[in-house]
């Protein structure tokens, strides 16, 4: 046979374009939907909590036509501590989680997969899970926010909730946990992706 | 003079196992001539896995080179590295390592995702392969939904996938039963005859060794002898 195909001098690429990394992920999470439930129900808890408090104050001040909002010491400290224990959960889910794939992360090295292959597809996940169960979590904490200070403002509250300061929470909220899920998933992503083919395929769960 | 696809110079391979070291490949000399059907045979522990791994660029030796069409391929970095996995070699394991989550066809399509195909390239040409392995009715199957046969039959449709010209097989046959381990072996056996691709086969499976051109005995992580059975 007379073909050479060389690694220097052939132009075939390896890639994994976004679009086909985006549909990798979505089977994933599609076909691992239990856990991933339990992932985005980790994240929407924390960022509820969050909102809760954020929307009940922003509520309230709007109510009281107060100038600031504040938020009291005790639940500033709440909140970091219940989004700190949701990143070591997530940390916690997500090492699990890539120890459960890695023969899949060996054989796809095999067929010619790069680390950032493997890292894009967790990161994506990662993005994904973040993205919904931030959402998730901004609208049961704001429903729950604005139900408890209807009950005990009135329903005249909920006419006079700002809608601005609302939304920009939604962007707020959604970046942090956009944020916590990926920080959360970068270092077992790492891990996962810099094994070589042999050590993953070794691997048994 | 023999066109040799792959060929091996001094290859050792130590591991450290509680402070001894074991030489799972010691000095080992082979060549591999293009086109051809080779077996790697020996017991357990022989070093045939590791030779495996060390010729399909799966794992570093210790000292000694491997040459892919005369390229030594610790040279390569790792992007070149994965890039002969994609088109070059197409790997064949004992556990076949398929994908559970991916059906048959997604499967035999993920190599060519990697390899930049388009989709309805990668479809036609996963269900051209899958019906080649005669699992065309079986395109959407999960691996956990297929006999151990089929799924084997998956993996080397997989292997094909990009057309590789040499094709790896980690006891391919060890987990299969008689009769579902002599289809694979005519599968492979075709490949090779067909369309040219240059078989390596690890096995102790002697219906294997008896299709091979060439089989290279080892014992204790040394080549004992090389057997050539088409003298030409």
Known sequence: ?????????????????????????????????????????????????LTHLEMTNIVFAAYMSSAGVTIEAYQFWLVMVSLFVCGVGLINANLIATYERYREIGTMKCLGALDQHVMKIFLIEALIFGLVGGLIGFFVGTLTAVASSCFQLGIDALWKTPLATTLQNLGLTTSLSVGLSIVSTVYPALKAARLNPIEALRHDV | MFDHIVETQNLSKHFELGGTTIKALDNVDIKIVRGEYNSLVGPSGSGKTTLFNMVGGLDRPTSGKVYIDEIDIAMLDAYE???????????????????????????VSLPMIFAGVSRSERKKRAVELLNMVGLGERLHHRPMELSAGQQQRVAIAR?????????????????????????????????????????????????IIDVSDTVFWLRDGRIEKVERKNAD
């Not at chain 1, 979505?26 to 129900?41: A, L, M, P």
């Not at chain 2, 070059?88 to 499967?107: D, S």
């Not at chain 2, 292997?159 to 010209?165: H, K, M, S, T, V």
Request: glycine content about 4%; charged content about 25%; proline content about 3%.
């Open chain 2, 159 to 207: 292997a094909l996938a990009n057309d590789p010209d040499i094709i790896l097989a980690d006891e391919p046959t060890g987990n299969l039963d008689l009769q579902t381990g002599l289809e694979i072996i005519s599968i492979l056996r075709k490949l090779n005859q067909e369309k040219g691709v240059t078989i390596i086969a690890a096995t102790h499976d002697l219906k």
């Open chain 2, 81 to 107: 590295l994965a890039w002969l996995r994609c088109h070059r070699v197409g790997y064949i394991f004992q556990t076949f390592n398929l994908i559970p989550v991916l059906t048959a066809l997604e499967n």
């Open chain 1, 1 to 49: 046979m007379a073909r050479t195909k060389n690694v220097r001098d052939d132009k075939r690429k390896i890639e994994l374009p976004l679009l086909e990394a985006f549909s990798i992920s979505f089977e994933q999470i599609r076909k691992r939907f239990k856990r991933s439930i339990i992932v985005v129900g980790s994240i929407a808890l924390g960022i509820a909590l």
